[in-house]
Each structure stands twice: as C-alpha cells, then as structure tokens.
C-alpha cells in the first residue's frame, strides 16, 4: 500500500491549517468546538486501526512544508500505524509535482524491493 500525502484527521486539519480556516470559523460561528468536531468526525480517524496490510509492505509519503495534512498530524498517523517505511519530501503539496521523478523511483523501489 502506497499512501501519498495522507490525511489523518480531518477536525485536526480544519482546526489547525490554512485551507481550513473558513470552514473553522463557520463552525465556530454555530458553536461547534473543536473537541466537539472531534467527536463528531472520529469515525473518519484512521489513526484508530490498523491497516489490514503488514506495515513492512506500506508506504507513506508526506510533504514536509503541506498546508493542507499538517506534518504534525501525519506523524501520529505514521506513529499510530507502527512507523512503517515513511519518505518526507522537502515540498508543500502542490509542489510534489516537483519531485516527481524522485516520488516514482522511491515508489517502484519500494515495490521491488517487496517483489524479492
């Protein structure tokens, strides 16, 4: 399994990121609290169960500068998952296009590497 700038919680990033800054302040505005949003979405957490796939075959991949999945929250994904393989690109998340050649070498490694 290959996971490419995966989001975890999406309360925490409507909380805590850029992107979610409108939505956040409509919420507030109609007296949702952020543990409350929490509450209201943990069926969306995927940090609350294990893949069904060994963690020696996942793959996560992360941008190190995204605003839209804070890097924060993707490591409690990965942490909560075990730490399977992890590359973190030195982008934002529009700028993996910039790293593509990079992000298809590190995925088809990775892949072979399972193939043996």
Known sequence: MVS???ANRLSYSIWNTIPGKYIR????Q????YNELIKYWDITDPSQA???VNKDNVLLISAKHDQYIDLKDADYLWE???RPTRYVYNCGHSG???????LANDTLSFIREKLV
């Open 4 to 6: 490419i700038f995966y």
């Open 25 to 28: 302040e409509e919420l507030e």
């Open 30 to 33: 109609n007296g949702v609290t």
């Open 50 to 52: 294990l893949p069904k």
């Open 80 to 82: 909560s998952w075990g």
């Open 96 to 102: 993996i296009v910039l790293c593509r050649k990079k």
